[in-house]
């Protein structure tokens, strides 16, 4: 947690839309990101080690879960070179980048599918996919029988801390921020290489 700022911004109290919603968080990661002091910027839609979380249910491609087994697993969504800028090591795969952007509007009854690609953690792996490689699976929302998985997993990272720093380590997945259809607030993570006191003015 040394050298890391963090605020939380919600565009929507003004009456963002979600498109200018991302495109307020594009422009505010690029300035952060060039400005003098800065190792690396990036987003999470919930806050870290407060209390707050996401959970859903997922279907797991060649994963036979049982009729009571807890499919549960706590969720974020975060922008591009995160893990890096929280010190959080890549193990497989890629970050999200400008690959993992979505423009157009999504219809509520697709919101399910708004992802196309995801990033999971350790925990996550060592669950549902033992010795095999997690990289090009898939997954999607939901437990049904038949239920679709068109989410592609890129990534894998280090296991880390979600909702406090006294709470076990959980299965974690990750979606890409700028591919969410409907955004609201966010929270900036900025690390730096100066004093982070010498850069509260700078971030503001």
């Known amino acids: 947690t040394r050298h890391l700022?963090?605020?939380?911004?919600?565009?929507?109290?003004?009456?963002?839309?979600?498109r200018?919603?991302?495109?307020?968080?594009?422009?505010?990661?690029?300035?952060l990101n060039a400005a003098p002091g800065v190792a690396g910027a990036s987003l999470a839609s919930t806050r870290l080690l407060e209390g707050n979380q996401w959970t859903g249910d997922f279907?797991?491609?060649?994963?036979?879960?049982?009729?009571?087994e807890e499919m549960e697993q706590?969720?974020?969504?975060?922008?591009?070179?995160?893990?890096?800028?929280?010190?959080?090591?890549?193990l497989r795969g890629r970050?999200?980048?400008?690959?993992d952007e979505r423009l157009v509007e999504v219809p509520d009854d697709e919101l399910e599918r708004q992802y196309r690609v995801a990033i999971v953690n350790e925990r996550f792996v060592k669950k549902y996919f033992a010795e095999h490689d997690p990289i090009g699976r898939r997954i999607g929302f939901g437990t049904d029988p038949g239920r679709s998985t068109p989410i592609e997993i890129v990534?894998?990272?280090?296991?880390?801390?979600?909702?406090?720093?006294?709470?076990?380590i959980q299965r974690q997945v990750f979606f890409p921020f700028f591919e969410s259809a409907r955004p609201r607030g966010f929270t900036l993570y900025v690390r730096t290489s100066h004093?982070?006191?010498a850069m509260f003015r700078a971030v503001r």
């Open 5 to 18: 700022i963090t605020f939380t911004v919600d565009p929507a109290l003004n009456g963002y839309s979600p």
């Open 20 to 31: 200018d919603t991302k495109g307020l968080a594009k422009a505010l990661l690029a300035r």
């Open 59 to 68: 279907t797991v491609e060649g994963y036979r879960h049982g009729s009571d």
């Open 74 to 90: 706590n969720c974020n969504t975060v922008g591009p070179a995160y893990f890096r800028s929280m010190g959080i090591p890549l």
């Open 95 to 99: 970050e999200f980048d400008e690959r």
């Open 155 to 168: 990534g894998v990272v280090a296991d880390s801390k979600y909702t406090g720093v006294r709470d076990d």
């Open 195 to 197: 004093p982070p006191d």
